[in-house]
Nanobody
Framework: QVPLVESGGGLVQAGGSLRLSCAAS????????MGWFRQAPRKEREFVAA????????HYADSVQGRFTISRDNAKLIVYLQMNSLKPEDTAVYYC???????????????WGQGTQVTVSS
């Protein structure tokens, strides 16, 4: 089991920054790839970023490339999503997920957190 708990969401003005955290439990966390997804009301859950278990491979959605950075601290069992230059269209519930591949599809992940709300005002 790899239970995941997101935190760090909140209200921020456009152009501001937030850092989301995903805290994990479980002895095998460091061997899991991690992903961040987001979902706005009445929209499908979409891929944001992913990172391999070692941190050597990172992937980003085009919409966040250059603005968001995914990282992980395997010693602390935490995955981060640093979000800079936030835009109103970034408003969504953000979810972290764990799987064996740093994939872009939700079906490739086995474990999901409860989500944290990010709201960006214009």
């Amino acid at each position: 089991q790899v239970p995941l708990v997101e935190s760090g969401g909140g209200l921020v003005q456009a152009g501001g920054s937030l850092r989301l955290s995903c805290a994990a439990s479980g002895r095998t966390f460091s061997r899991y790839a991690m992903g961040w997804f987001r979902q706005a009301p009445r929209k499908e859950r979409e891929f944001v970023a992913a990172i391999s278990w070692s941190g050597a491979s990172k992937h980003y959605a085009d919409s966040v490339q250059g603005r968001f950075t995914i990282s992980r601290d395997n010693a602390k069992l935490i995955v981060y999503l640093q979000m800079n230059s936030l835009k109103p269209e970034d408003t969504a519930v953000y979810y972290c997920a764990a799987g064996f591949e740093p994939a872009t599809m939700t079906r490739e992940y086995d474990y999901w957190g409860q989500g944290t709300q990010v709201t960006v005002s214009s």
